[in-house]
């Protein structure tokens, strides 16, 4: 299994944007379908989005199309969240996940790599 590391998250007023980051560790990142999910208080882990190993598939919660980009660098190990136009209900936990070998799932028992998590709150 890799190691993943998020980054980027803070505090961000509606309309604002932010980048998160996944770092992962090891040599076999490029196997990895990777993916974005989210946590808020007192509700279920949510797919936010997932890119194939190559880059070249994308997939978006309705919710998000529009306004979140996914996209990775497998020269660098890293899998990237653009958010833009942040609303405050995008408020969570964001956790990246890998799937080795997997297509870009949006469930999360398809993953078998997670980050800790970073916070990501917007205000209104």
């Known amino acids: 299994q890799v190691q993943l590391v998020e980054s980027g998250g803070g505090l961000v007023q509606a309309g604002g944007s932010l980048r998160l980051s996944c770092a992962a560790s090891?040599?076999?990142?490029?196997?990895?379908?990777m993916g974005w999910f989210r946590q808020a208080p007192g509700k279920a882990r949510e797919f936010v989005a997932a890119?194939?190993?190559?880059?070249?598939?994308?997939y978006y919660v309705d919710s998000v199309k529009g306004r979140f980009t996914i996209s990775r660098d497998n020269a660098k190990n890293t899998v990237y969240l653009q958010m833009n136009s942040l609303k405050p209900e995008d408020t969570a936990v964001y956790y990246c996940?890998?799937?080795?070998w997997g297509v870009g799932a949006n469930n999360a028992a398809a993953y078998e790599s997670w980050g800790q998590g970073t916070q990501v709150t917007v205000s209104s």
């Open positions: 996940a890998g799937d080795r």
């Open positions: 090891g040599r076999t990142f490029s196997t990895y379908a």
């Open positions: 890119i194939n190993w190559s880059g070249g598939n994308t």
